[in-house]
């Protein structure tokens, strides 16, 4: 398993491996949709795959067909506040949660990853807001 943090701050588990003497890599997901736990035991997942000679990249996409583990709306609105709250006075955070309660509360139950932001959200662009909440 490897992480990347880019330059924008963004932070991506993947997980390495070798094809044909080729060096592949599977994306596992970004930082807090995808914590840290999620992403090894993904990656332990996916080395029991390889050792055993399976596709890598087949039973990596399964993973999007399972909702077991992938965190909701509201678990990642939840983290993202959690991150930033020492950051902002009570009352500001106050503010910003019920603001995103206002505009997400129809997807809170949803898996984040699930979201479409053309067909759910329309213009409601949640990262351009976020950015605007939190500066």
């Given at each position: ?31 807090p949709?995808?914590t ?30 399972s909702?077991?583990?992938?965190p ?8 993202y ?28 139950d ?26």
């Amino acid at each position: 398993m490897a992480i990347r943090a880019s330059k924008t701050g963004v932070i991506s588990f993947y997980f390495r491996y070798k094809l044909n003497g080729c060096d592949k890599r599977v994306t596992l997901g970004n930082y807090p949709l995808i914590t840290l736990k999620m992403a090894k035991d993904e990656a332990m997942r996916l080395a029991l795959v390889y050792q055993q000679g399976g596709s890598v990249v087949d039973v990596a996409n399964t993973r999007y067909n399972s909702q077991d583990h992938l965190p909701t709306v509201k678990e990642c609105v939840d983290s993202y506040l959690k991150t930033y709250s020492n950051l902002l006075r009570p009352s500001s955070l106050t503010m910003y949660r019920s603001t995103l309660e206002k505009h997400l509360a129809p997807y809170f139950d949803r898996p984040a990853e699930k979201i479409s932001m053309s067909k759910d959200l329309g213009d409601f662009n949640i990262l351009a807001y976020l950015s605007d909440l939190f500066g």
